[in-house]
């Protein structure tokens, strides 16, 4: 998938231009070509002014205050004896809550329950919470680094 940033002049054009193209790049879908009769998958470019309402939750993943949010909200799920924690969790927060986390991590939704407890006790967020939910999301999208 490729994303193309709007024209911007200097070094500090470039750096945005650039954001801008990584950020659509994340929205870009594969779309599905069939020449000859053959399915195949063929890679989707999106440009930046073309993103629509999503390119509203891209800019924030991109903010300094989504990732320090991220760094402070998430800390109890660092390290790695609780990867397994954030990955449900991202995974949960990515199939909106719902019992397809299950099968996404091809695990028994009994352990995925057993999973998103300790999550809630770690993080001390209620996650029927839509707000919560969307604040963790968005804090699971973050860059990790600058």
């Given at each position: ?99 397809a986390t299950a ?17 809630r006790e770690r ?24």
């Amino acid at each position: 998938m490729a994303g193309i940033g709007r024209p911007r002049q200097g070094p500090g054009g470039l750096a945005d231009t650039l954001t801008e193209a990584r950020n659509a790049a994340r929205f870009a879908t594969p779309r599905d070509v069939r020449p000859s009769g053959r399915p195949a998958v063929r890679p989707s470019v999106e440009h930046s002014d073309e993103l629509g309402v999503g390119g509203l939750p891209a800019a924030w993943q991109q903010s300094d205050i989504t990732r320090a949010f991220a760094e402070t909200a998430l800390a109890p799920l660092g390290g790695p004896e609780h990867a397994h924690l954030l990955t449900t969790l991202r995974v949960f927060l990515e199939h909106g809550g719902s019992a397809a986390t299950a099968r996404a991590l091809g695990l028994h939704r009994n352990t995925v329950a057993a999973r998103l407890r300790q999550v809630r006790e770690r993080l001390g967020v209620p996650l029927d919470d839509p707000s919560n939910r969307l604040a963790l999301q968005m804090a699971c999208r973050a860059p990790t680094s600058p």
